[in-house]
């Protein structure tokens, strides 16, 4: 083992047991980044200088609903799209795994598709802005990002690559060489690093034009995450793709043009 070596400190990725009872940190995370989302989401809209005409387009009892909208929808479509893209084959033949989402595995590209497919139906539902709604999802939305990369990092999984930097970590499971924390990376840009960025961008008015905080997002996420794939150990079953890019840098690829159509387009609008 390499002097500068870290061993990984040894959690547990049970948080409290009772009985057959388990709350592990995964859970945790989701349920606090909830609760935090609901949280700012609600004193977004309460804040009318924010929005166009110094008046906010939502009725703040509405975000109750449409936050438990959201974090269904994104679970659902997070954990959808692992299954389908990233391990199809073991799914297929372990079916009752599906839904085991407490013992990990959810892609987020296909989170941010279920709560954007989620708030659609909502707002078409209570005949609200769409745009203006998606905008509030994604200035909150780094908050749980990062909350999900260090359960990640407590789990000791989604591990980062072979790495002579003295800060590297040596994994369980993942053989003698110390890799990259990437999960810490990736908490710290596509988490806490977007979320100032879009906050700073929502307080100077990026919530008065519908479409561009959410294309502010979709621009800072996709390279965020490409960003931190150089450093992210690719999946087993996909290894590296087209032109040694990983999956989550090739579903980014979407991510960045719809983020950078929706800037234009908010860009052409009144503030």
Known sequence: ??????????F?????????FAIRWYAL??????????????????TASLWRGNTSPFD????????????????LGGRLAFVLVYNFDYYIANPSEIIAVWHGGMAF??????????LFVFARK???????????????????????????FINAELWGRTTTMPWGVIFPGAGPDPRHPSQLYQ????????????????????????????????????????FGELFRQPDAQLGFLFAGATM???????AILVGLWLVVRARRQPS
Request: proline residues 7%.
């Open 126 to 152: 209570n005949k609200l802005p769409f745009l203006s709604l998606i905008d509030v999802a994604a200035v909150v939305a780094p908050i749980g990002i990062m909350l999900g990369r260090l359960a990640n």
């Open 248 to 254: 989550g840098q090739l579903l980014s690829i979407p």
């Open 12 to 20: 547990d990725p049970v948080l409290i047991q009772i009985g057959p």
């Open 187 to 226: 908490a710290m840009t596509e988490g806490l690093l977007l979320f100032v960025v879009l906050m700073l961008i929502a307080r100077a008015g990026g919530l008065k034009r519908p479409g561009f905080m959410a294309g502010c997002f979709g621009i800072g996420y996709g390279l965020a995450r490409s």
């Open 60 to 75: 703040p009892a509405l975000i109750d609903d449409a936050i438990v909208w959201a974090a269904l929808a994104g679970i």
């Open 1 to 10: 083992m390499p002097v500068s070596a870290i061993m990984f400190p040894a």
């Open 29 to 46: 995370a989701y349920i606090a980044g909830f609760f935090i989302g609901w949280w700012m989401a609600k004193r977004l809209v309460a």
């Open 109 to 118: 590209h296909g989170g941010i598709v279920g709560v954007v497919a989620g």
